[in-house]
């Protein structure tokens, strides 16, 4: 059974530089590429970001690209999500998931921008 719990999200001002971990407790990231979604109140989840199973590669989407950027801890079975720069339209639920024979979400971090 594949569980992600996502962490560190909460109240953070414009311009803030949060780093939600999504842990992977039982899952071997080099085997599995991971991603990030993010859903905005009233909005489609819209992708955010990937890292490829070697942790060599990783996309960005259009809004975030250049601001965020995703790593993973091995050791520590942990995928992080640095957002730098962040924006009220930033203001989302961000998901962690896996394609591991099925697909796997987390139950998702609360993340607010405002002032």
């Known amino acids: 059974q594949v569980q992600l719990v996502e962490s560190g999200g909460g109240l953070v001002q414009p311009g803030g530089s949060p780093r939600p971990p999504c842990a992977a407790p039982?899952?071997?990231?080099?085997?599995?590429?991971m991603y990030w979604y993010r859903q905005a109140p009233g909005k489609a989840s819209e992708y955010v970001a990937t890292?490829?199973?070697?942790?060599?590669?990783?996309n960005y989407a259009s809004p975030v690209k250049g601001r965020f950027a995703i790593s993973k801890d091995k050791p520590k079975n942990t995928v992080y999500l640095q957002m730098n720069s962040l924006k009220p339209e930033d203001t989302a639920m961000y998901y962690c998931?896996?394609?591991?024979?099925?697909?796997?979400w987390g139950r998702g971090t609360q993340v607010t921008v405002s002032s």
């Open positions: 998931r896996v394609f591991f024979g099925t697909v796997y």
């Open positions: 890292i490829t199973n070697t942790g060599e590669s990783t």
């Open positions: 039982g899952l071997t990231l080099s085997n599995a590429a």
